[in-house]
């Protein structure tokens, strides 16, 4: 069982910056993929943003550009930059990790973009 505890959720303002990271308690980490999702009230879970174990990314339109996910593998850590944020970025994030057919999931962290 992988445990996955995100932080650095909060409030930003628009056009500002926010970092989330994702420690895995598993030195194995380096294993899996790991995604960032978002679920903003009302709606559907959406993938934000995924990184291969050897580091290759993708990223939804919506944050292209904006935002950067990266890994740690020696901290078995995976982070989230937010730049430029948007009110339409408020939801609550989720880290999630998958080994197919495994896959964890974090609590998840809020991040409310408001001025």
């Known amino acids: 069982q992988v445990q996955l505890v995100e932080s650095g959720g909060g409030l930003g303002q628009p056009g500002g910056s926010l970092r989330l990271s994702c420690a895995a308690s598993?030195?194995?980490?380096?294993?899996?993929?790991m995604d960032w999702y978002r679920q903003a009230p009302g709606r559907q879970r959406e993938l934000v943003a995924s990184?291969?174990?050897?580091?290759?990314?993708r990223y939804a339109d919506s944050v292209k550009g904006r935002f950067t996910i990266s890994r740690d593998n020696a901290k078995n850590t995976v982070y989230l930059q937010m730049n430029s944020l948007k009110p339409e970025d408020t939801a609550v994030y989720y880290c999630?990790?998958?080994?197919?057919?495994?896959?964890?999931w974090g609590q998840g962290t809020q991040v409310t973009v408001s001025s």
């Open positions: 999630h990790a998958r080994y197919s057919p495994i896959e964890f």
């Open positions: 598993e030195s194995i980490f380096s294993l899996y993929i």
């Open positions: 990184i291969q174990p050897v580091g290759s990314t």
